[in-house]
T-cell receptor, first 111, second 118 residues
Framework: GENVEQHPSTLSVQEGDSAVIKCTYS??????FPWYKQELGKGPQLIID?????GEKKDQRIAVTLNKTAKHFSLHITETQPEDSAVYFC??????????FGSGTRLLVRP | SAVISQKPSRDICQRGTSLTIQCQVD?????MFWYRQQPGQSLTLIAT?????????ESGFVIDKFPISRPNLTFSTLTVSNMSPEDSSIYLC???????????????FGQGTRLTVV
């Protein structure tokens, strides 16, 4: 079955700097790659996603890139703010709903 | 998007007892799932809740331990049976496929139920 690896497990950046989180997946049939942000005591919230027919997608300060050949995708957050501090999960799926999650990255943005 | 309500939001239960968690969605959805998130860990899919038929369980999860119901397109329950401290986790309901919408819509999550077994 699908296996998703996520790095780093923790990431600390200065406010205003960029943060990059990377994931690799094993199932070449996966075609949907969402990123979720989970704040303490809350459920995961979708922040951006990408499908296999696209190499890059951007939404304001957040961007995701996908390399299908290498089977890896990355989340890029620019101009980080303290409210970006949370746990971020990548996921991979053959459909939009049944998700296999990475292990999570705890992002800390220092003011 | 969909608004998902989970009840209870948290509970402390005695070992050996069972707890039923409810998931209510404000619109009809094709797919409903249940995930478990152990303390400090990632999310693991327990099962797909199928309307009108038995749920489809992932490896490592069985119906006797986690019975699931889905009587209609907006509601599902997950029961954690004969609980032990190892069942202490956050249990999350997820939905996808809002009926009448695109087939490839994203998955939404409820706020989760934080379960502590003592």
């Amino acid at each position: 079955g699908e296996n998703v690896e996520q790095h780093p497990s923790t990431l600390s950046v200065q406010e205003g700097d960029s943060a990059v989180i990377k994931c690799t997946y094993s199932d070449s049939a996966s075609n949907y790659f969402p990123w979720y942000k989970q704040e303490l005591g809350k459920g995961p919230q979708l922040i951006i996603d990408i499908r296999s027919n696209v190499g890059e997608k951007k939404d304001q300060r957040i961007a995701v890139t996908l390399n299908k050949t290498a089977k890896h995708f990355s989340l890029h957050i620019t101009e980080t703010q303290p409210e970006d501090s949370a746990v971020y999960f990548c996921a991979a799926s053959r459909s939009s709903y049944k998700l296999i999650f990475g292990s999570g990255t705890r992002l800390l943005v220092r003011p | 998007s969909a608004v998902i309500s989970q009840k209870p939001s948290r509970d402390i239960c005695q070992r050996g007892t069972s707890l039923t968690i409810q998931c209510q969605v404000d619109s009809q959805v094709t797919m409903m799932f249940w995930y478990r998130q152990q303390p400090g860990q990632s999310l693991t899919l327990i099962a797909t809740a199928n309307q009108g038929s038995e749920a489809t369980y992932e490896s490592g999860f069985v119906i006797d331990k986690f019975p699931i119901s889905r009587p209609n397109l907006t509601f599902s329950t997950l029961t954690v049976s004969n609980m032990s401290p190892e069942d202490s986790s956050i249990y999350l309901c997820s939905v996808g496929g809002l009926t009448g919408g695109r087939e490839d819509t994203e998955a939404f999550f409820g706020q989760g139920t934080r379960l502590t077994v003592v």
